[in-house]
């Protein structure tokens, strides 16, 4: 089954910059992606919803993240980005993409990539 591969996550200091890319495994030849986004776990802390966009391109953000986030998506490589700026120390955390999959023979399921470590130093 289709699965998520994410990519870019890092060590940067308080007010620098990060992109995330999640990217599906493979070609959307027989399945298409619905809604994807970003969730994000803090040490001790619940996993959270950081950013979500539909297949039109309809996007909602954490309070958090609004206005230093920006969630895209590029629907002929199934990949979803987060360019994340003026990163904060609270911003630490794993970062976990998903992806809502149709199969067009009916199945649907979600899909969750590995997981990126983000690390924001003060």
């Known amino acids: 089954q289709v699965q998520l591969v994410e990519s870019g996550g890092g060590l940067v200091q308080a007010g620098g910059s990060l992109r995330l890319s999640c990217a599906a495994s493979e070609a959307g030849s027989s399945f298409m992606i619905n809604s994807m986004g970003w969730y994000r776990q803090a040490p001790e802390k619940q996993r959270e919803l950081v950013a979500g966009?539909?297949?039109?391109?309809?996007?909602n953000y954490a309070d958090a993240v609004e206005g230093r986030f920006t969630i895209s998506r590029d629907n002929a490589k199934n990949t979803v980005y987060l360019q994340m700026n003026s990163l904060l120390p609270e911003d630490t955390g794993v970062y976990y993409c998903?992806?809502?999959?149709?199969?067009?023979?009916?199945?649907?399921?979600?899909?969750w990539g590995q997981g990126t470590q983000v690390t924001v130093s003060s």
């Open positions: 998903y992806g809502d999959i149709t199969y067009y023979s009916g199945r649907t399921y979600t899909a």
């Open positions: 966009i539909t297949s039109v391109r309809r996007t």
